[in-house]
């Protein structure tokens, strides 16, 4: 064989070695993906039971806060911090890089787990999103489910009950089905031993340099309004804009 032909042969297989232990990375870094989603889902069906359970109590979970990270969560949301004020206390829900209520007000004397506490839950069922509902925004809850940003209202009350969530890769997953919801929808919080239903209202795609608009605490011209807001990323997979659900108060309060 020819040195010319040698030469060819060792390129065509360093070649194929290459394309296969990147498939072979591929397909390990799919599996260990598989295997986190399905971590999160379970958790957080068990979670959603629990609060059920314990409603009233508002329940506090204990979860390790390097656990089942999202991809691009350090990524700002881009809301002014000053917009609402934070409640007082030493768990005040401090703005954090990732655009939601911090959690740096809630972990353990250790630091080796993190404590949530739960609002309630959110579900909406013409999607099937059945989620716990944190009492903070900030990047470990929204790994669990949805999370109620500091300072907006309560739910059944006047303002605007301001959630955020992340749009899933996977199917179902968090709010990864929130663009499937229609005008007229229920959205609907169960908090403290009570179900408040919202009706969905509008839904838009607006720039992130626009979200203060949309989360303000009164809608002008329309004071005492019981109002929610449900804020994802989208499209799924980019999330270079923001998916904007809100609606009123249609019974609970």
């Known amino acids: 064989m020819s040195s010319h032909r040698k030469a060819l042969v060792l390129i065509l297989f360093f070649w194929f070695l290459s394309v296969f232990l990147h498939l072979s990375s591929e397909a390990g870094r799919s599996r260990d993906l598989r295997v ?3 971590a999160r889902e379970d958790t957080v069906r068990d979670m959603v039971e ?18 089942l990270p999202v991809a691009g969560e350090e990524e700002s949301y881009d ?26 007000g809630h972990n353990t004397s250790d630091g080796s ?22 009492d903070g925004a900030g990047k470990v809850e ?42 007229g929808d229920s959205i609907v919080i169960e ?25 303000g605490m009164e809608k002008e011209g329309d004071p005492g309004s019981c109002r929610i807001t449900l804020i994802t990323c989208t499209p799924i997979g980019v999330g270079s804009h923001r998916l904007i659900i809100t609606g009123h108060l249609a019974s609970g309060g």
């Open 36 to 38: 986190q989603e399905d």
């Open 50 to 67: 629990r609060i059920r359970s314990e409603s009233g109590e508002s329940p506090e979970v204990f979860v390790d806060p390097d656990a």
């Open 79 to 104: 809301w002014p911090s000053d917009l609402f004020e934070p409640p007082a206390g030493p768990d005040n829900g401090r703005t954090s890089s990732d655009g939601g209520g911090s959690s740096d």
């Open 113 to 134: 787990s993190q404590r949530l506490r739960a609002y309630g839950t959110i579900v909406i069922p013409s999607i099937g999103c059945e989620l716990p509902l944190w």
């Open 142 to 183: 929204l790994r669990y489910g949805a999370g109620r940003m500091p300072g907006s209202s309560e739910a059944g009350t006047p303002g605007n009950l301001v959630i955020f969530g992340h749009r899933m890769r996977r199917y179902g997953s968090i709010f990864n089905r929130l663009g499937e919801v229609c005008i």
């Open 191 to 215: 908090h403290s031993v009570q179900a408040f239903t919202y009706t969905v209202d509008a839904i838009e795609t607006i720039e992130p340099s626009s979200l203060s608009a949309y989360i």
